[in-house]
């Protein structure tokens, strides 16, 4: 079991074709568990699982700082992609805040280095859209990083079509990191077409809806504190009922196959790429060595055309019930 690659965007990034979010090794998802995170790590790139995402905000700082511990002597043999653009103070992210400023910009760069124990930066992406800050002046001080070496190429998170063309107008953008599964269709009727005509990439974060799309899925309230899901709405009340209802497809197609709906979930996405145009990488993430190979082993399943429609017309907008974000955690995590 070894992943192979494939390029991400027409900027020259190739990356390995499903990659692992590190977020939850460090928040939203329970206790932190370093060593087996630093396994998992490991594990990953030993499959060929070498496209890594976390960000500053991650901790605050301490994901970044596990990835620069975990590859140690290893650097050379993953893709790392980081992020700027919350305000944090203090150590704390501070609300939903946002801070894209050129100079912020470039101190967030220089500390994600120390952090991150290396000389470069292979995905610098902007984590949100600030308000306050043209995007062209994002894009030029980015622009400028890379010009540096200290950045290899920029990319974009959930961003709207005004802002990742005037974006990519200043600086080519490589890939645009959102939200996108079989239960978070929000990009197909606007955003995959603009980046298919622009030649920037996908790459989904949350492909396994959080977890729901696992199949092995709990109320909210039956969740740890401090974990995500206890504030998500489509964990909770009537919400829960409708979506396990909407997702059973899923499960049926994954027991016909013998393998498990999160694979089933993640071939989705896989098989969506060529279908749209674009490059899709997913980033499912885990902090346990298990749940990696089971996400990896997705790579070496193929939906027929019937399983593919057949999971379109389960999972419509429509059909899932609830909002992606309460308002607590939204000022919590972004994803």
Known sequence: MSLGKQKLG????????????????????????????????????????????????????????????ALKGRRDQVTIATKF???????????????????????????????LATDHIDLLYQHRVDPDVPMEDVAGAVGQLVAEGKVRFFGLSEAGIANIRRAHGVHPVSALQSEYSLWERNLEPEIIPALAELGIG?????????????????????????????????YQGENFDANVTAAATVRDIAAAKGVKPGQVAIAWLLAKG?????????IPGTKRRTYLEENVAAADIELDATEMLGLDMALTPDKVSGPRYGERTMSMVDR
């Open 274 to 282: 060529p279908e749209f145009g674009i490059d899709i990488v997913p």
């Open 202 to 234: 996908l790459v989904p974060f949350a492909p396994l809806g959080r977890g729901f799309l696992a199949g092995d899925v709990k109320r909210a309230e039956d969740y740890p504190e401090g974990d995500f899901r206890r504030g998500d709405p489509r």
């Open 85 to 115: 653009g919350f305000r944090i103070v203090d150590g704390k992210q501070d609300g939903t805040g946002r801070d894209s400023r050129p100079e912020h910009i470039r101190e967030v760069v220089e500390a994600s280095l120390q952090r």
């Open 10 to 69: 027409s900027q020259g990034l190739v990356v390995s074709s499903i990659g692992l979010g590190c977020m939850g090794m460090s928040q939203s998802y329970g206790p932190a568990d370093e060593a087996e995170s630093i396994a998992t790590i490991h594990r990953a790139i030993d499959l060929g699982c070498t496209f890594l995402d976390t960000a500053e905000v991650y901790g605050p700082f301490t994901n970044e700082e596990l990835l620069g511990r």
